[in-house]
């Protein structure tokens, strides 16, 4: 096995682990102790998710490029790494909002025990060709329709931590809550590699079909007040929307890195405007608004996805 693999697989791991530390928590912190209301939650997850993922862009130009990785390793582990203990000093919504964009700059990871598995151990592949030609392709323009499906879904999907707010309001006492995030993260990993072969046996398009209606019955359950099977049925949302779409710019994409770049822009954009709009509508409309908001927003992404995406374009 390729030791970069195994050496990022630690990173992966120690990723998650202060993730988890965070999350569960933090949106509790916002709405009932410093009482800054789920619209102020709704900008801190936009801000956050916007500055995590438009950086990709360039971070997917540049390493198609010069044909580069390591260095944005290791400088957005770095600086995620320092900000991350900088929480327990934030006292208003603006203060978590600056340092969680920060942190999520560098997909943040607790300590420098990432940092030093990417400096000392992680290894730089060597270019595949002297001569560097970067140009944008046909093939990289037939990806959009598809890729951009979902990015109307991540533009309807509630986050997590509209997930989180939903349980602490159904009656979930605050000890309980990490317990759901454990359950999505673990759906997560029991059903990475399946729908990995799915996509190979089936197709991207496939999968991706499928993700979508279990993101449907994840808010339909929300309604429901099904909670912890809301949590199961968002992981698999997730896990398999995100690999299909990964998966299918892996198979399709010319330029990987730019098309991953302007994709992870797009989620950005889109998921950003979606928080904002899901924290708003749930501040002066209420929940059960915003929870049909973003019901009904997925079944006509999904049914316009099926009648105006070609199975050909696979």
């Known amino acids: 096995m390729n030791k970069n693999i195994y050496y990022?697989?630690?990173?992966?791991?120690?990723t998650d682990l202060a993730s988890a530390m965070i999350t569960p928590i933090l949106p509790i912190y916002i709405v009932y102790i410093l009482h800054d209301g789920v619209d102020k939650l709704g900008i801190i997850v936009a801000i956050a998710t916007f500055v995590s993922y438009f950086f990709r862009i360039l971070f997917g130009y540049l390493s198609d490029r010069f044909q580069i990785v390591k260095p944005f390793l290791v400088f957005g582990y770095l600086v995620s790494a320092i900000t991350k203990p900088l929480f327990a000093y934030a006292t208003s919504f603006q203060a978590i909002a600056a340092l969680q964009s920060t942190e999520r700059l560098g997909k943040a990871i607790r300590g420098v025990i990432a940092i030093l598995i990417?400096?000392?151990?992680?290894?730089?592949?060597?270019?595949?060709?002297?001569?560097?030609?970067?140009?944008?392709?046909?093939?990289?323009?037939?990806?959009?329709p598809l890729l951009l499906s979902y990015l109307f879904f991540t533009f309807f999907i509630l986050s997590d931590s509209f997930f989180i707010i939903t349980a602490k309001e159904s009656g979930?006492?605050?000890a309980y809550l990490p317990l759901l995030m454990i359950a999505l993260t673990l759906t997560q990993t029991l059903f990475s590699y399946y729908f990995g072969i799915m996509s190979d046996k089936k197709s991207t398009l496939f999968v991706l079909r499928i993700s979508y209606l279990f993101g449907i019955l994840s808010i339909g359950a929300l309604l429901l007040n099904l909670i912890a099977i809301s949590f199961v049925f968002l992981g698999v949302f997730t896990v398999a929307s995100l690999n299909a779409a990964r998966s299918y710019i892996s198979i399709n994409a010319i330029n990987k890195a730019s098309i991953y770049g302007i994709f992870y822009a797009g989620i950005a954009l889109f998921s950003s405007l979606g928080a904002l709009s899901i924290g708003y509508i749930w501040h002066y409309f209420g929940q059960e608004s915003a929870l049909c908001f973003s019901l009904f927003g997925m079944i006509i992404t999904f049914v316009v996805s099926l009648l105006k995406i070609d199975r050909a374009s696979e």
Do not use: C, H, M, N
Request: aromatic share 28%; no cysteine; proline share 3%.
């Open 118 to 144: 990417v400096a000392f151990f992680v290894e730089e592949s060597a270019p595949k060709s002297k001569t560097i030609i970067y140009q944008f392709q046909k093939a990289d323009y037939r990806l959009f």
């Open 172 to 174: 979930y006492i605050t």
């Open 8 to 14: 990022l697989g630690f990173v992966s791991f120690f």
